[in-house]
């Protein structure tokens, strides 16, 4: 009797540690697959967040501070480029643009977008049973079948590009400020273009649910809200839905114009105090609660098995002066000093270095950093393979599977990374910029138009410039070209570099994108209407 006795509080036991094995790793659900949240900011500097600069003492992150403290922050993570169309194709299809086709921005008038030939990794996640909603900005193309319903989201809430490309009835703040949009006739429209340059006025900015315009113009001032029901109603949704899904949340903020809660002023907008640099924070602020919501809703609703990750394209718009946001210590000096800026467009650290934070609780573990050396382009085969997706085999790829460095604390991400000209300087999308370890080598350099309007000359470098970043994390001073330090980091550079051009020249995947343009497919909800005006939200 004892020994039966004995055997059955050992069976007892032993389940229990299977259960609570089961528990931890989740082994009671094989086949269930991971959420992923994606979050994109636009133009965002790499010291806006607050927990990669707390000497600062500032508190314009909370929400993404307390996130980093409860997941990893990556401090040398990497947006593909500098520009957004090229960057944001680039994540979606974990290529280079010189693969993937896309270089250099698409405009209102595009009549294409992303090729068609490219793959999204939101097209193999519904494939594989994901429901994909996609929120805010697109700008791969907007026209027929280049819209995000038709490139692997179930369902899109957004503007299909930036949010300057359009009037609206409020602007918000900008530099130089925008007029709201004109119901006059073309002539006035014509001129109020030409003398405010950068502005749109012919056509309202759309706000298009899926593929319908459903507010044109928006209201700029509303649009962080609406955004928000949106997430909050997609992610409470996916309980009843009983599938995993992805959610990529493409923000506005911190691109212009910012439209942050404070009550404007409407009978003198355009005459607002252009100098006070609280709006940058309060978009900030604005955009980091956002991100908080979005989390809140994530871990009440399946908290232990949704990966956020949050990340931006680029670096801020240095030209925007007090609308623009913080490079931290990448400030680009060797740059700067010779004139213009050295972040938006421009291939100097502040022009790709950006914040990003990752929290999956009980997989990622809490309040760590790592330094590894990571890409935007890393997300398409990162996420993948965490929902056991294989990619299709008939393309190449540049982006790695950071899995073991968001997991479990690997160190080492790509030994090299190419940085893509993106406007300030040389071909757009050439690859003449290069990082190696603590190296990073120029073979061109050139500034984006700086605060003020100061620009820099393009100039070519052979041998290219190199820079120490371990030692010299403001690109101020080069090493000695005749040092030896010099020589062997020179020489791995210029073979990988040659490397990877001979690849790109071999590859049969390689895509070309249409940037054909025709003011004909400007989204336009009613053309018998001034500014395309409508509105067929309840």
Known sequence: MAEGFTLLLSAMLLCGLLLHMVSKHGVDEPNKKPNFIIILADDIGWGDLDANQPEEEKNNT???????QQGLRLTDFHSPASTCSPSRAAILTGRYGLRNGVTHNF???????LPLSEVTFPQLLQKAGYYTAMIRKWHLGHNGPYGPTKRGFDYYIGVPYSNDMGCTDIPGYNLPQCY????????VIRLKRHVHGGCYSKVGLPLIENSSI????????????QYKSAALRIIHNARNREQPYLLYIALAHMHVPLAPPLPPDTASIAHHRLHDSRVYTASLREMDSLVGAVKSASDDTDKNNTLIWFTGDNGPWEQKCQYAGSVGPFKGEWQSSRGGGSAKRTTWEGGHRVPTVAYWPGEILANTTSTALLSGMDIFPTLLSLAGVTPPSDRRYDGIDATNILLNGEKTGHKFLFHPNSGAAGKFGDLQAVRSGKYKAFYITGAAEACGGATGRQQLHDPPLIFNLESDEAEETPLEVGTLEYQVAAERIARRREELLWDIATDKSVSAADYTTDESVAPCCDPTQAVCRCRTLG
Not at 180 to 187: E, I
């Open 107 to 113: 405009a209102v008038g595009s009549v294409a977008g």
């Open 214 to 225: 459903v507010e044109q113009p928006l209201d700029l001032w509303t649009l962080t809200e």
């Open 62 to 68: 909370p929400y993404l501070n307390l996130m980093a």
């Open 180 to 187: 709201p949009c004109d119901s006059s006739g073309p002539q």
